[in-house]
Protein backbone atom coordinates (compact mmCIF):
# COMPACT_ATOMS: atom_id res chain seq x y z
CA UNK A 1 0.00 0.00 0.00
CA UNK A 2 1.53 3.47 -0.75
CA UNK A 3 -0.05 6.34 0.81
CA UNK A 4 -0.47 9.67 -1.58
CA UNK A 5 -1.38 11.61 1.13
CA UNK A 6 0.74 14.68 2.59
CA UNK A 7 3.45 12.88 4.15
CA UNK A 8 3.67 15.21 7.36
CA UNK A 9 6.89 16.51 7.31
CA UNK A 10 6.03 19.64 6.98
CA UNK A 11 1.87 20.91 6.77
CA UNK A 12 0.85 20.81 3.71
CA UNK A 13 -1.48 23.53 2.51
CA UNK A 14 -4.77 23.56 0.33
CA UNK A 15 -7.87 24.93 -0.43
CA UNK A 16 -11.49 23.53 -0.46
CA UNK A 17 -14.99 23.96 -2.77
CA UNK A 18 -17.82 21.95 -2.69
CA UNK A 19 -19.86 21.61 -6.45
CA UNK A 20 -23.40 23.04 -5.28
CA UNK A 21 -21.70 26.03 -3.67
CA UNK A 22 -19.70 26.84 -7.06
CA UNK A 23 -20.83 25.19 -10.03
CA UNK A 24 -23.80 26.64 -11.37
CA UNK A 25 -25.00 25.16 -14.30
CA UNK A 26 -27.61 22.39 -12.94
CA UNK A 27 -29.30 22.26 -15.56
CA UNK A 28 -26.26 21.38 -18.43
CA UNK A 29 -25.17 18.32 -19.78
CA UNK A 30 -27.64 15.83 -18.50
CA UNK A 31 -26.99 16.49 -14.96
CA UNK A 32 -30.49 15.26 -13.04
CA UNK A 33 -32.07 17.39 -10.27
CA UNK A 34 -30.56 17.10 -6.19
CA UNK A 35 -32.04 17.91 -3.59
CA UNK A 36 -31.03 21.25 -2.91
CA UNK A 37 -32.33 22.23 -6.35
CA UNK A 38 -36.27 21.20 -4.32
CA UNK A 39 -35.49 22.53 -1.43
CA UNK A 40 -34.13 26.11 -2.61
CA UNK A 41 -37.30 26.26 -4.86
CA UNK A 42 -39.85 26.05 -2.01
CA UNK A 43 -40.23 29.14 -0.60
CA UNK A 44 -38.37 30.79 2.75
CA UNK A 45 -36.11 28.09 3.04
CA UNK A 46 -32.80 29.68 2.23
CA UNK A 47 -32.20 33.20 3.70
CA UNK A 48 -32.05 35.36 0.42
CA UNK A 49 -34.28 33.37 -1.18
CA UNK A 50 -31.65 32.25 -3.76
CA UNK A 51 -30.15 28.77 -5.53
CA UNK A 52 -27.41 27.35 -6.89
CA UNK A 53 -28.19 27.67 -10.21
CA UNK A 54 -25.47 30.06 -11.73
CA UNK A 55 -23.55 30.43 -8.27
CA UNK A 56 -20.23 30.92 -8.78
CA UNK A 57 -20.26 29.41 -12.27
CA UNK A 58 -17.27 27.84 -11.97
CA UNK A 59 -18.30 24.91 -13.94
CA UNK A 60 -17.19 27.70 -16.91
CA UNK A 61 -14.68 29.33 -15.12
CA UNK A 62 -12.59 26.56 -13.62
CA UNK A 63 -9.31 27.48 -15.29
CA UNK A 64 -9.75 30.89 -14.32
CA UNK A 65 -10.43 29.15 -10.46
CA UNK A 66 -7.49 26.56 -10.70
CA UNK A 67 -5.29 29.47 -11.63
CA UNK A 68 -6.44 31.07 -8.51
CA UNK A 69 -4.94 27.88 -6.37
CA UNK A 70 -1.93 27.69 -8.45
CA UNK A 71 -1.30 31.78 -7.89
CA UNK A 72 -1.78 30.51 -3.91
CA UNK A 73 1.15 27.63 -3.98
CA UNK A 74 -1.50 25.81 -2.53
CA UNK A 75 -0.30 22.14 -2.95
CA UNK A 76 -3.59 20.57 -2.62
CA UNK A 77 -7.15 21.38 -3.90
CA UNK A 78 -10.24 19.55 -2.24
CA UNK A 79 -13.22 19.47 -4.44
CA UNK A 80 -16.67 17.96 -4.67
CA UNK A 81 -18.42 15.80 -7.26
CA UNK A 82 -22.08 15.75 -8.19
CA UNK A 83 -23.32 12.78 -7.99
CA UNK A 84 -26.60 14.22 -10.35
CA UNK A 85 -24.09 14.95 -12.75
CA UNK A 86 -22.88 11.57 -12.99
CA UNK A 87 -25.99 9.61 -12.60
CA UNK A 88 -28.68 11.65 -12.74
CA UNK A 89 -31.42 9.40 -11.53
CA UNK A 90 -29.08 8.34 -8.56
CA UNK A 91 -28.46 4.82 -10.29
CA UNK A 92 -28.54 3.27 -13.13
CA UNK A 93 -28.17 5.15 -16.10
CA UNK A 94 -24.48 6.87 -16.18
CA UNK A 95 -24.20 10.61 -18.00
CA UNK A 96 -20.83 10.57 -19.70
CA UNK A 97 -21.03 14.68 -20.13
CA UNK A 98 -20.97 15.03 -16.20
CA UNK A 99 -18.23 12.38 -15.62
CA UNK A 100 -16.16 14.22 -18.94
CA UNK A 101 -16.21 17.23 -16.95
CA UNK A 102 -14.34 16.14 -13.83
CA UNK A 103 -12.02 14.05 -16.19
CA UNK A 104 -10.93 17.86 -17.47
CA UNK A 105 -11.34 19.20 -13.99
CA UNK A 106 -8.49 16.81 -13.17
CA UNK A 107 -6.87 17.15 -15.48
CA UNK A 108 -6.57 20.95 -15.16
CA UNK A 109 -5.63 20.30 -11.49
CA UNK A 110 -2.80 18.40 -11.94
CA UNK A 111 -0.83 20.43 -14.95
CA UNK A 112 -1.19 23.28 -12.63
CA UNK A 113 0.70 20.99 -10.24
CA UNK A 114 -1.97 20.69 -7.67
CA UNK A 115 -2.78 17.41 -6.03
CA UNK A 116 -6.61 16.82 -6.62
CA UNK A 117 -8.63 15.41 -3.68
CA UNK A 118 -12.25 14.58 -4.69
CA UNK A 119 -15.24 14.00 -2.24
CA UNK A 120 -18.03 11.63 -3.13
CA UNK A 121 -21.02 13.39 -1.56
CA UNK A 122 -20.99 17.14 -0.27
CA UNK A 123 -24.88 17.05 -0.03
CA UNK A 124 -26.41 16.80 -2.95
CA UNK A 125 -28.04 13.56 -3.16
CA UNK A 126 -30.48 13.23 -6.52
CA UNK A 127 -34.31 14.23 -6.25
CA UNK A 128 -34.83 11.06 -7.97
CA UNK A 129 -32.88 9.07 -4.41
CA UNK A 130 -34.72 11.53 -2.39
CA UNK A 131 -38.18 10.02 -3.99
CA UNK A 132 -37.28 7.06 -3.17
CA UNK A 133 -37.01 8.29 0.70
CA UNK A 134 -33.40 8.98 0.62
CA UNK A 135 -31.39 8.21 3.33
CA UNK A 136 -34.06 7.07 5.09
CA UNK A 137 -33.83 3.80 2.60
CA UNK A 138 -30.98 1.05 2.99
CA UNK A 139 -30.52 1.07 -0.93
CA UNK A 140 -29.28 4.57 -1.08
CA UNK A 141 -26.16 3.72 0.41
CA UNK A 142 -25.92 1.09 -1.85
CA UNK A 143 -26.46 2.99 -5.18
CA UNK A 144 -23.43 5.68 -3.24
CA UNK A 145 -21.26 2.63 -3.48
CA UNK A 146 -22.30 1.88 -6.96
CA UNK A 147 -21.72 5.69 -7.92
CA UNK A 148 -18.78 5.99 -6.12
CA UNK A 149 -16.77 2.90 -8.16
CA UNK A 150 -18.12 4.49 -11.83
CA UNK A 151 -16.33 7.72 -10.57
CA UNK A 152 -13.06 6.05 -9.39
CA UNK A 153 -13.20 3.39 -12.46
CA UNK A 154 -13.00 6.83 -14.57
CA UNK A 155 -10.57 9.32 -11.93
CA UNK A 156 -8.59 6.78 -10.00
CA UNK A 157 -5.81 6.79 -12.20
CA UNK A 158 -4.83 10.69 -11.42
CA UNK A 159 -7.39 11.51 -8.17
CA UNK A 160 -5.58 9.00 -5.24
CA UNK A 161 -6.96 11.03 -1.93
CA UNK A 162 -10.53 10.61 -1.83
CA UNK A 163 -13.13 11.49 0.72
CA UNK A 164 -16.65 9.55 0.86
CA UNK A 165 -18.65 12.37 2.78
CA UNK A 166 -18.43 15.72 3.72
CA UNK A 167 -19.97 16.42 7.15
CA UNK A 168 -22.23 13.69 7.60
CA UNK A 169 -23.90 15.03 10.52
CA UNK A 170 -25.07 17.81 8.24
CA UNK A 171 -26.53 15.52 5.77
CA UNK A 172 -28.51 13.71 8.45
CA UNK A 173 -29.48 15.89 11.18
CA UNK A 174 -29.59 19.28 9.78
CA UNK A 175 -31.34 17.58 6.69
CA UNK A 176 -33.87 14.77 8.61
CA UNK A 177 -34.33 15.69 12.17
CA UNK A 178 -33.65 20.19 11.74
CA UNK A 179 -35.00 20.08 8.23
CA UNK A 180 -33.12 23.53 7.94
CA UNK A 181 -30.63 21.62 5.02
CA UNK A 182 -32.10 19.44 1.97
CA UNK A 183 -34.34 17.49 2.21
CA UNK A 184 -36.04 19.70 4.88
CA UNK A 185 -37.48 16.93 7.06
CA UNK A 186 -38.52 17.46 10.34
CA UNK A 187 -38.22 14.19 11.55
CA UNK A 188 -36.77 13.72 14.75
CA UNK A 189 -34.99 10.20 15.07
CA UNK A 190 -34.78 10.09 11.40
CA UNK A 191 -31.81 11.30 11.74
CA UNK A 192 -30.32 9.06 13.86
CA UNK A 193 -31.86 6.40 10.76
CA UNK A 194 -29.78 8.67 7.99
CA UNK A 195 -26.67 8.61 10.33
CA UNK A 196 -26.51 4.90 10.17
CA UNK A 197 -27.13 4.52 5.71
CA UNK A 198 -24.45 7.17 5.68
CA UNK A 199 -21.95 5.67 7.29
CA UNK A 200 -22.93 2.27 5.65
CA UNK A 201 -22.54 3.71 2.44
CA UNK A 202 -19.20 5.04 3.46
CA UNK A 203 -18.50 1.67 4.27
CA UNK A 204 -19.55 0.27 1.36
CA UNK A 205 -17.97 2.80 -0.72
CA UNK A 206 -14.80 2.72 0.58
CA UNK A 207 -14.88 -1.09 0.18
CA UNK A 208 -15.05 -0.44 -3.15
CA UNK A 209 -12.68 1.78 -3.82
CA UNK A 210 -10.16 -0.06 -1.94
CA UNK A 211 -10.98 -2.94 -4.18
CA UNK A 212 -10.30 -1.19 -7.06
CA UNK A 213 -6.86 0.16 -5.58
CA UNK A 214 -7.47 2.78 -3.33
CA UNK A 215 -5.17 3.30 -0.88
CA UNK A 216 -5.87 6.94 0.73
CA UNK A 217 -9.99 6.94 1.57
CA UNK A 218 -10.89 8.69 3.97
CA UNK A 219 -13.88 10.39 5.67
CA UNK A 220 -14.58 14.51 6.55
CA UNK A 221 -16.23 14.88 9.64
CA UNK A 222 -17.55 18.01 11.14
CA UNK A 223 -16.44 16.87 14.89
CA UNK A 224 -16.88 19.68 17.59
CA UNK A 225 -15.44 20.41 20.94
CA UNK A 226 -18.84 20.81 23.51
CA UNK A 227 -17.42 22.69 26.89
CA UNK A 228 -20.16 22.72 29.45
CA UNK A 229 -19.59 26.30 31.15
CA UNK A 230 -19.75 24.64 34.47
CA UNK A 231 -18.00 21.51 34.74
CA UNK A 232 -18.87 20.74 37.99
CA UNK A 233 -22.87 20.96 37.29
CA UNK A 234 -23.57 17.17 36.89
CA UNK A 235 -26.68 17.70 35.14
CA UNK A 236 -25.44 19.72 32.52
CA UNK A 237 -22.00 17.62 32.25
CA UNK A 238 -24.79 14.57 31.26
CA UNK A 239 -26.92 16.69 28.78
CA UNK A 240 -23.19 17.58 27.10
CA UNK A 241 -22.09 14.52 27.08
CA UNK A 242 -25.58 13.85 24.54
CA UNK A 243 -24.98 15.94 22.43
CA UNK A 244 -21.10 14.71 22.16
CA UNK A 245 -22.59 11.51 21.51
CA UNK A 246 -25.14 12.75 18.54
CA UNK A 247 -22.44 14.99 17.08
CA UNK A 248 -19.52 13.06 17.40
CA UNK A 249 -19.59 9.49 18.74
CA UNK A 250 -22.45 8.44 16.44
CA UNK A 251 -19.44 8.24 13.22
CA UNK A 252 -16.38 7.89 15.88
CA UNK A 253 -17.83 4.67 17.57
CA UNK A 254 -18.33 2.80 14.47
CA UNK A 255 -15.05 3.93 12.71
CA UNK A 256 -13.12 2.85 15.17
CA UNK A 257 -14.95 0.51 17.55
CA UNK A 258 -17.40 -0.91 15.13
CA UNK A 259 -19.83 -0.19 17.41
CA UNK A 260 -22.40 2.91 18.85
CA UNK A 261 -21.72 3.23 22.37
CA UNK A 262 -24.37 2.57 25.14
CA UNK A 263 -24.54 6.34 25.84
CA UNK A 264 -25.20 7.16 22.54
CA UNK A 265 -27.81 4.31 22.52
CA UNK A 266 -29.88 6.06 25.48
CA UNK A 267 -30.37 8.88 23.08
CA UNK A 268 -30.95 7.58 19.87
CA UNK A 269 -32.48 3.77 20.24
CA UNK A 270 -33.33 3.24 16.67
CA UNK A 271 -29.79 3.09 16.36
CA UNK A 272 -30.13 -0.79 18.26
CA UNK A 273 -32.97 -1.50 15.91
CA UNK A 274 -31.66 -4.68 13.88
CA UNK A 275 -33.58 -3.85 11.09
CA UNK A 276 -32.03 -0.60 10.33
CA UNK A 277 -28.57 -1.97 12.14
CA UNK A 278 -28.07 -5.20 10.22
CA UNK A 279 -25.34 -7.90 11.04
CA UNK A 280 -22.17 -6.58 9.45
CA UNK A 281 -22.61 -3.04 9.17
CA UNK A 282 -20.95 -1.93 11.86
CA UNK A 283 -17.99 -4.55 11.01
CA UNK A 284 -17.65 -2.92 7.55
CA UNK A 285 -17.54 0.55 8.97
CA UNK A 286 -14.99 -0.34 11.24
CA UNK A 287 -11.17 0.28 10.05
CA UNK A 288 -12.19 1.57 6.65
CA UNK A 289 -11.22 4.84 6.88
CA UNK A 290 -7.56 5.51 6.10
CA UNK A 291 -7.59 8.97 7.04
CA UNK A 292 -9.93 11.41 8.70
CA UNK A 293 -10.56 14.83 8.12
CA UNK A 294 -11.76 17.26 10.38
CA UNK A 295 -13.39 20.42 9.72
CA UNK A 296 -13.72 22.95 12.25
CA UNK A 297 -15.08 26.87 13.20
CA UNK A 298 -16.00 27.24 16.74
CA UNK A 299 -16.28 25.43 19.99
CA UNK A 300 -19.95 24.64 21.53
CA UNK A 301 -20.35 26.09 25.24
CA UNK A 302 -23.31 24.14 26.71
CA UNK A 303 -25.12 25.77 29.37
CA UNK A 304 -28.66 24.64 31.59
CA UNK A 305 -32.01 25.21 29.25
CA UNK A 306 -32.89 29.06 29.21
CA UNK A 307 -29.57 30.26 30.92
CA UNK A 308 -28.58 31.03 27.09
CA UNK A 309 -28.98 31.31 23.54
CA UNK A 310 -31.41 28.54 22.13
CA UNK A 311 -29.26 26.40 19.44
CA UNK A 312 -30.25 27.82 15.95
CA UNK A 313 -29.50 23.60 15.33
CA UNK A 314 -31.56 22.65 18.61
CA UNK A 315 -33.42 20.28 17.11
CA UNK A 316 -30.62 18.29 14.90
CA UNK A 317 -29.54 16.33 18.64
CA UNK A 318 -32.93 13.96 18.63
CA UNK A 319 -33.39 12.47 21.98
CA UNK A 320 -31.48 14.27 24.13
CA UNK A 321 -31.88 16.84 26.97
CA UNK A 322 -31.60 20.20 26.51
CA UNK A 323 -28.97 22.82 26.82
CA UNK A 324 -28.38 26.20 25.59
CA UNK A 325 -25.39 27.33 24.03
CA UNK A 326 -23.10 30.34 25.36
CA UNK A 327 -21.56 32.06 22.29
CA UNK A 328 -19.17 34.50 23.29
CA UNK A 329 -17.41 37.34 21.48
CA UNK A 330 -15.57 37.64 19.23
CA UNK A 331 -17.74 36.48 16.83
CA UNK A 332 -17.76 35.64 12.77
CA UNK A 333 -20.54 37.43 10.54
CA UNK A 334 -22.63 33.78 10.68
CA UNK A 335 -22.40 34.14 14.90
CA UNK A 336 -19.83 31.69 15.53
CA UNK A 337 -17.47 31.99 18.18
CA UNK A 338 -13.83 32.05 17.19
CA UNK A 339 -12.21 30.37 19.80
CA UNK A 340 -8.71 28.36 17.95
CA UNK A 341 -7.70 26.61 20.98
CA UNK A 342 -10.72 24.32 19.77
CA UNK A 343 -9.03 22.73 16.60
CA UNK A 344 -6.16 22.65 18.93
CA UNK A 345 -8.03 20.46 21.12
CA UNK A 346 -9.79 18.77 18.12
CA UNK A 347 -6.98 17.47 16.43
CA UNK A 348 -5.10 16.08 19.32
CA UNK A 349 -8.23 13.95 20.42
CA UNK A 350 -9.68 12.97 17.33
CA UNK A 351 -6.06 11.38 16.49
CA UNK A 352 -5.55 9.72 19.60
CA UNK A 353 -9.17 8.53 19.67
CA UNK A 354 -9.08 6.93 16.18
CA UNK A 355 -4.84 6.63 15.33
CA UNK A 356 -5.24 7.73 11.81
CA UNK A 357 -3.89 10.82 9.98
CA UNK A 358 -5.60 13.91 10.39
CA UNK A 359 -6.36 16.39 7.17
CA UNK A 360 -8.25 19.72 8.63
CA UNK A 361 -10.30 19.40 5.65
CA UNK A 362 -12.26 22.72 6.50
CA UNK A 363 -11.88 26.02 8.33
CA UNK A 364 -11.83 29.85 7.75
CA UNK A 365 -14.61 32.33 8.41
CA UNK A 366 -17.81 34.22 7.31
CA UNK A 367 -17.21 38.22 7.38
CA UNK A 368 -18.88 40.60 5.42
CA UNK A 369 -17.79 41.91 2.06
CA UNK A 370 -17.59 45.20 2.64
CA UNK A 371 -14.47 45.49 1.74
CA UNK A 372 -11.22 43.42 0.13
CA UNK A 373 -9.15 44.10 3.27
CA UNK A 374 -10.11 41.32 4.93
CA UNK A 375 -8.45 41.44 8.37
CA UNK A 376 -10.37 39.51 10.16
CA UNK A 377 -10.14 37.10 8.33
CA UNK A 378 -6.80 37.13 8.36
CA UNK A 379 -6.19 36.82 11.99
CA UNK A 380 -8.31 33.86 12.29
CA UNK A 381 -6.48 31.68 9.47
CA UNK A 382 -3.43 32.79 11.16
CA UNK A 383 -4.70 31.53 14.87
CA UNK A 384 -5.91 28.43 13.36
CA UNK A 385 -2.89 27.83 11.06
CA UNK A 386 -0.68 28.40 14.38
CA UNK A 387 -3.42 25.82 16.54
CA UNK A 388 -2.91 23.51 13.99
CA UNK A 389 0.86 24.08 14.48
CA UNK A 390 0.45 23.06 17.95
CA UNK A 391 -1.50 19.90 17.39
CA UNK A 392 1.54 18.65 15.44
CA UNK A 393 3.94 19.69 18.17
CA UNK A 394 1.95 17.53 20.57
CA UNK A 395 2.40 14.81 18.82
CA UNK A 396 -0.79 14.48 16.57
CA UNK A 397 -0.37 13.93 13.14
CA UNK A 398 -2.17 16.39 10.97
CA UNK A 399 -1.02 16.28 7.39
CA UNK A 400 -2.72 19.32 6.06
CA UNK A 401 -4.50 22.89 6.38
CA UNK A 402 -7.15 23.35 3.65
CA UNK A 403 -8.84 26.50 4.13
CA UNK A 404 -12.85 26.78 3.55
CA UNK A 405 -13.25 28.75 0.73
CA UNK A 406 -11.65 29.71 -2.30
CA UNK A 407 -14.37 31.72 -3.45
CA UNK A 408 -17.48 33.83 -2.02
CA UNK A 409 -20.01 31.24 -2.91
CA UNK A 410 -23.53 30.14 -1.99
CA UNK A 411 -23.87 29.40 1.54
CA UNK A 412 -27.00 26.79 1.93
CA UNK A 413 -29.32 28.11 4.22
CA UNK A 414 -27.85 31.59 4.25
CA UNK A 415 -28.17 31.42 0.82
CA UNK A 416 -25.10 34.31 -0.64
CA UNK A 417 -25.44 36.43 2.82
CA UNK A 418 -22.37 34.97 4.50
CA UNK A 419 -19.29 35.16 2.80
CA UNK A 420 -16.25 32.55 3.22
CA UNK A 421 -14.35 33.29 0.50
CA UNK A 422 -10.82 34.76 0.09
CA UNK A 423 -11.64 35.26 -3.39
CA UNK A 424 -14.32 37.95 -4.18
CA UNK A 425 -17.06 37.14 -6.71
CA UNK A 426 -19.08 39.37 -7.98
CA UNK A 427 -22.70 38.39 -8.59
CA UNK A 428 -23.31 41.16 -11.56
CA UNK A 429 -20.25 39.75 -13.97
CA UNK A 430 -18.63 36.67 -11.75
CA UNK A 431 -15.42 38.58 -11.75
CA UNK A 432 -12.98 37.34 -8.97
CA UNK A 433 -10.98 39.19 -7.30
CA UNK A 434 -8.37 37.95 -4.22
CA UNK A 435 -9.07 39.77 -0.78
CA UNK A 436 -6.08 40.48 1.22
CA UNK A 437 -6.36 36.90 3.07
CA UNK A 438 -5.57 35.52 -0.07
CA UNK A 439 -2.26 37.58 -0.18
CA UNK A 440 -1.54 37.02 2.97
CA UNK A 441 -2.07 33.30 2.97
CA UNK A 442 -0.29 32.92 -0.23
CA UNK A 443 2.52 34.79 1.61
CA UNK A 444 2.05 31.94 4.64
CA UNK A 445 2.70 29.57 2.16
CA UNK A 446 5.69 30.65 0.62
CA UNK A 447 7.42 31.22 3.74
CA UNK A 448 6.55 27.41 4.96
CA UNK A 449 8.42 25.98 1.94
CA UNK A 450 5.58 23.77 0.86
CA UNK A 451 1.99 23.85 -0.97
O1 LIG B 1 -20.03 26.08 3.46
C1 LIG B 1 -19.93 25.06 4.39
C2 LIG B 1 -19.42 23.80 3.75
O2 LIG B 1 -20.21 23.40 2.69
C3 LIG B 1 -19.40 22.68 4.76
N1 LIG B 1 -18.70 23.08 5.96
C4 LIG B 1 -19.06 24.33 6.57
C5 LIG B 1 -19.02 25.43 5.53
C6 LIG B 1 -19.40 26.78 6.18
O3 LIG B 1 -20.67 26.71 6.74
Known amino acids: MTSSLPDGASLAFGVATAAYQIEGATAEDGRGPSIWDTFTARPGTVRDGRDGSVACDSYHRYDEDLDLVAGLGAGWYRFSIAWPRVLPEGNGRVESRGLDFYDRLVDAVLARGVSPTATLYHWDLPQALEDLNGWLNRDTAEAFADYAAVVHDRLGDRVRVWATHNEPWCAAYLGYAAGVHAPGRREGGAGHRAAHHLLLAHGLAAARLHDAGADDVGIVLNLAPFWPEDPDDPTLVAATDQIDAVRN ?203
Not at 349 to 359: E, K, N, W
Open 249 to 451: RVWLGPLVDGRYDDGLLEVAPELAEPDLVRDGDLALVQGSADWLGVNYYTPFRTARPGAAETHPEADAYPGTSPVSFVVREPRTDIGWEVDASGLEQLLIDSHRRTGLPVLVTENGAAYPDVTLDDQDRIAYLRDHIAATRRAREAGADVRAYVVWTLLDNFEWAEGYTKTFGIVHVDPRDQSRTPKASFHWLAEHISDSGVG
